[in-house]
């Protein structure tokens, strides 16, 4: 199992979600695989704030919004 590991797409949520999820598996290779996702996720500031908007159930937090174009 692949995941993508584009922060901007996982601190979205639903791909934070997906690898929270997928660390869950009995599949050792989805474990490994989605704990490589956190691990390069994990090198983003923002990190901490996406792991509370998830365990809140907020789809996102305003301030993991790109900004908006004017």
Not at 20 to 28: E, V
């Amino acid at each position: 199992m692949e995941f993508d590991t584009a922060p901007a797409a996982a601190l979205a949520g639903d791909e934070l979600r997906r690898f929270l999820a997928a660390t869950l598996s009995p599949d050792k290779a989805s474990v490994d695989a989605a704990a490589a996702g956190l691990d390069a996720l994990a090198a983003d500031p923002r990190f901490p704030l996406a792991i509370l908007a998830v365990a809140a159930g907020t789809p996102f937090l305003p301030c993991l919004l790109p900004p908006a174009a004017a």
